[in-house]
């Protein structure tokens, strides 16, 4: 468990002003690729509850504004004329503090709760388990724990800057380049052409602002850093702003800490007491600088320091030169990937949500959202950080929407799941870090509640290393979320093929395992391996007597998750050469496993017995875990594919995928059944009905995992490599409305990199790319075969798929002979 941050004083955010340097811009030209970008003619309305300090809704204006970042900082870009808004967000500013949650369960307390659910009396079982099976004190206080030792991940606040133009506003625009990851905002106002130009730079860890006018004398300005609570902000003589807070009093919380500076092109740089100001220059750079006391990631007791002496490095470089190296970092990672399903209309995106609204058909507006999932997951998730959270990096207020916190019973996962596919493998890596930290706190939750051996983490935690039950056992006792969670340690290792970094981050698969096998008990009367007490996350049953329950014994997502995460812990070490005792105990316990029961609608049950659902309807369907994201749920089982299909064909029918996370995950089911028709039918809801006008995903409130889910589910549509020995299928899930496109930079199991073009429905050509030593299965379309395209690779045929043997720079091509 993490120690609390060291005491302090209140903390320094100081704005420092200087004259900028006379050395040319050599910046890049703006993006040639118009495909990839958003745009507006209007700026994010003002809205006077825009900055809600104790609410979990997100405003319509900080909806429409638009996301940069760097995994460290982000920021929310408003695009107004007037008076600027920039919402700043710091990754590791959170309130809280680590806590004893953890509750000490006598061994025959949990077997007694473990008897009533076995004998029937799950009345008796929940009361038991309510009172023995949740965390000590307040928890996450029910999602709002910012005042509570769980945490908030907070707001650093706003960098406000007032311009005073006088006349009317014309020619506006404002947009976000997904190929630099640049926010700009243009207008024209007496006359002037004015642009701004706002970027998060990796390189620097800065907030980088430019302001340009096309004629001489006309940029004058006030910037100022705003907190609502918990921080004061003064000036002082000749150029120099305070702003000094806490998230709580001590010893919770962070200390935060902040610089802006100013640099200007011609005219001067001052302050008055309320701001620095910018008068008459040609033009002027800001830079936003921040951090805090958090432990371990950076986080310094000497904030004030580290914080500003990143400003000096960036202020001696020109603006285009810090554009460039921003621009040149970012396309290192964005740039591997592109999608193309036709031209891109010149019509502001905010419209093309509202004309897809009424049926219109737009094929690019998916490719758009493809590569806006992967450009929030960069700016959101580099190495050396906290993973994403529930809103990724952005955040407004003091009270965020259930703390933004991580919860592991899908949405924390979900936000992973285009890393890999998508060929952003180094964006997974906070949450591999992350998941390596709860090991500890882990350990002793699973020894306090279950007397289990190593390491497990319920429904929700944070940064702290919560990982106790939650509050209430219908949602917060879901003891699998470790194992799941270890699960993208294999998946990682086989997509990247890292066999380093697989040993490096053995013990957590080592520790996942061990619990589930201690956590495992025998059913009576059938000898089956069984999870009990657990539940379907947050859904809920009602039993033959009228009663109902959200506790039982083997739901069905348990078994899941157990049975693969044995299975992957066994071929990771198989593939280190280590623990072969560990080996033999799963391989004695998999075939134990309590299996897939079908129920009397010839669907998959969620739970062990068919009970009937309070909720038919329910956002979480859990039971397909099997389907997706897990890989044992296959086409070669027709029987309990179908059943699948069945479970997915109900859910919908009573209402289900009524939030947009929910129904990213249906599109990923219906690629998985290789329909289609059906998974683009659900990317365009998510789109129509669950998108905001910057395409931020909606619960609502705002929640991230929905734009990652969907680009890993438009993935699926086009590249699944799940199967036996990875085998790899080209457009499995193609839609109708998909006629014709290229898609470049996917990533399959086994590490190969494929790109792909198709006419006319039906595909023209694949190429498969080594990027390490392996052997590679391709499923050939009939009439295709597989040629050498680069290199030498062995391409052997058996049947209807080609076994190829590539070592790195192989190149593949598989087309129709003659083409």
């Not at 990096?393 to 919860?407: K, S």
Request: overall charge neutral; glycine content about 10%.
């Amino acid at each position: 468990m993490r120690a609390a941050p060291a005491a302090g004083a209140w903390v320094l955010l100081a704005a420092c002003a200087a004259q900028q340097s006379s050395k040319p811009a050599s910046a890049p030209e703006e993006s040639k690729r118009p495909h990839l970008r958003l745009w507006y003619r209007e700026p994010a309305p003002v809205d006077p509850k825009e900055t809600p300090a104790e609410t979990w809704h997100n405003s319509p204006a900080w909806l429409s504004a638009l996301p940069v970042g760097n995994g460290h900082l982000g920021a929310m870009v408003f695009g107004r004329v007037h008076e600027e808004r920039i919402q700043l967000n710091e990754k590791t500013l959170w309130s809280g503090r680590p806590q004893e949650a953890d509750r000490v369960v006598p061994p025959e307390l949990l077997a007694a709760i473990r008897s009533h659910f076995f004998a029937g009396r799950f009345e008796e079982g929940e009361k038991l388990a309510r009172e023995a099976l949740v965390c000590q004190g307040a928890g996450s206080g029910h999602g709002a724990g910012a005042r509570a030792d769980f945490g908030c991940y907070q707001t650093l606040g706003d960098l406000k800057i007032r311009f005073g133009h006088l006349g009317d506003i014309t020619e506006y625009e404002r947009s976000l380049d997904l190929d630099e990851a640049v926010a700009r905002v243009r207008y024209r106002v007496g006359g002037v052409l004015f642009t701004r130009e706002v970027f998060a730079s990796h390189p620097r860890r800065l907030l980088i602002l430019r302001i340009t006018a096309d004629q001489p004398g006309k940029v004058s300005f006030g910037a100022r850093l705003e907190r609502s609570e918990r921080a004061r902000f003064e000036t002082k003589p000749p150029h120099l702003g305070l702003l000094w807070g806490r998230t709580d009093d001590e010893p919770r919380g962070v200390r935060f800490s902040a610089r802006l500076a100013a640099k200007a092109d011609g005219g001067r740089v001052r302050t008055t007491a309320e701001e620095v100001r910018v008068e008459d220059a040609d033009a002027a750079t800001l830079f936003v600088s921040a951090g805090t006391d958090f432990p371990g990631l950076g986080g310094t007791e000497g904030v004030d320091s580290a914080v500003e002496q990143r400003l000096w490095p960036a202020q001696r470089m020109t603006y285009g030169e810090l554009l460039a190296e921003h621009v040149g970092d970012h396309r290192s990672l964005f740039g591997r990937s592109d999608l193309e399903l036709g031209a891109q209309p010149e019509i502001p995106t905010s419209e093309r949500l509202k004309r897809l609204r009424t049926g219109a058909s737009d094929a690019p507006l998916s490719a758009l959202y493809y590569q806006y999932g992967r450009y929030l997951l960069i700016a959101s998730s580099r190495p050396g950080t906290l993973p994403a959270n529930l809103q990724g990096i952005w955040a407004d207020g003091i009270q965020t929407p259930w703390n933004c916190d991580y919860h592991a019973n899908i949405n924390v996962q979900m936000n992973y799941w285009p890393a890999e596919s998508t060929n952003l493998s180094e964006c997974h890596q906070p949450l591999l870090d992350w998941i390596d930290s709860l090991q500890g706190p882990g350990a002793k939750t699973a020894a306090s509640y279950y007397g289990a051996r190593g390491w497990t983490v319920h429904t929700v935690s944070n940064p702290w290393g919560f990982t106790s039950p939650g509050e209430e056992t219908s949602w917060g006792l879901f003891p699998m979320a470790g194992p799941w969670l270890a699960l993208h340690v294999w998946d990682h290792y086989e997509f990247s093929g890292d066999r380093s970094d697989l040993k490096r981050r053995w013990p957590v698969l080592r520790g996942a395992a061990e619990f589930c096998l201690s956590f495992l008990v025998e059913e009576p009367g059938t000898g089956r391996l069984v999870t009990v007490p657990s539940n379907s996350p947050e859904n809920a049953f009602r039993r033959p007597d009228g009663k109902v329950h959200s506790l039982s014994v083997a739901p069905t997502m348990d078994l899941a998750i157990v049975r693969e995460l044995l299975q992957s812990a066994a071929a990771a070490a198989a593939v280190l050469g280590v623990e072969p005792e560990l080996q033999r105990r799963i391989e004695q316990t998999l075939p134990r496993l309590a299996p897939y029961e079908m129920g009397s609608r010839g669907q998959l049950q969620e739970w062990s017995e068919d009970f009937e659902e309070v909720e038919p309807g329910h956002r979480h369907m859990s039971h397909l875990f099997g389907l997706h994201p897990g890989t044992s749920l296959r086409a070669t089982d027709a029987t309990l594919w179908g059943a699948a299909r069945r479970s997915l064909e109900l859910r919908l029918a009573a209402g289900g995928g009524h939030t947009g996370w929910s129904r990213a995950w249906i599109v990923n089911f219906w690629a998985r059944l290789r329909d289609g028709a059906k998974a683009h039918e659900h990317l365009l809801h998510l789109l129509a009905e669950s998108t905001a006008p910057n395409l931020f995903d909606l619960h609502p409130p705002f929640q991230i995992d929905g734009n990652f889910g969907a680009a890993a589910g438009i993935v699926e549509m086009l590249l699944q490599s799940h199967g036996e020995q990875h085998e790899m299928r080209f457009l499995p899930a193609l839609p109708p409305e998909w006629r014709a496109g290229r898609v470049r930079g996917l990533v399959a199991r086994g590490g190969s990199e494929v790109e792909l073009a198709w006419g006319g429905g039906a595909l023209v050509e694949a190429i498969v790319s080594a990027r390490r030593p392996a052997a590679a299965f391709v499923a050939l379309p009939a009439g295709m075969t597989a040629t050498a395209a680069a290199g030498a690779p062995r391409i052997a045929l058996e049947g209807e798929r080609a076994r190829l043997t590539l070592q790195p720079g192989d190149r593949v091509r598989i087309a129709r002979p003659n083409k």
